[in-house]
């Protein structure tokens, strides 16, 4: 991609319009009530929406595959799978016990693996309900952060990672709108004419 077009990408994600309807589509979504709890105004689901569109994600696969988790924009461990997948990596598991399990993604030549093991995700929501999968996603989250980075997209964190971590995040899902931005976000919706820049 030339460097304009870099630019004007930037410019078209920030547009005043683009900004309205996808704060329409946000309070449309929150209104439905059925999405993931992470979800508790419309501001987050926008956040949840701009974030997937940087990625390439459609505004339904935004609000399913990503969630709002400690301050953070993250996806589920499903949203990576597919990730993985879309960028044309093989999945496969190995050594795979109550204990632990081996991830290994190839993509011609390359190939990576990493292990995961129970007591890193014990804790985490969802485990009791299905463990192999929280440990598999874990494993994986492992090989996007360390070895292929670009498949996160604005991505830092997983989920599982996210939720295994000892570090000082918020405790809970928290608001990633201020209120003085929320004012700003009001009069943009009310706005009858698009500001050129």
């Avoid at 005043?16 to 996808?22: A, F, G, I, P, T």
Wanted: proline share 2%; with cysteine.
């Amino acid at each position: 991609m030339g460097e304009s077009n870099l630019v004007q990408s930037q410019v078209d994600h920030l547009s005043v319009e683009r900004v309205k309807n996808m704060l329409t589509v946000a309070e449309q979504f929150f209104k439905a009530g059925c999405f993931t709890s992470d979800v508790q105004n419309t501001q987050q689901a926008y956040v949840k929406i701009q974030a997937g569109a940087e990625m390439g994600l459609a505004p339904m696969e935004s609000m399913s595959d990503l969630v709002l988790m400690k301050g953070n924009v993250t996806f589920w461990g499903k949203g990576l799978v597919k990730r993985f997948r879309k960028f044309g990596w093989k999945i496969e598991y190995k050594d795979e016990s109550e204990n632990g399990v081996t991830a290994i993604v190839t993509k011609d030549e390359e190939s990576y693996k990493e292990k995961a093991i129970k007591k890193e995700v014990e804790k985490g929501f969802g485990y009791k309900a299905d463990p192999k999968a929280k440990m598999r996603y874990h494993a994986l989250a492992r090989i996007a952060r360390q070895y292929i980075p670009e498949i996160l997209g604005s991505i830092s964190y997983i989920a599982e990672e996210i939720e295994a971590s000892k570090s000082d995040f918020a405790d809970d899902v928290i608001d990633v709108i201020d209120s003085d931005t929320q004012d700003e976000i009001n009069e943009l919706k009310n706005l009858d004419e698009v500001t050129e820049y």
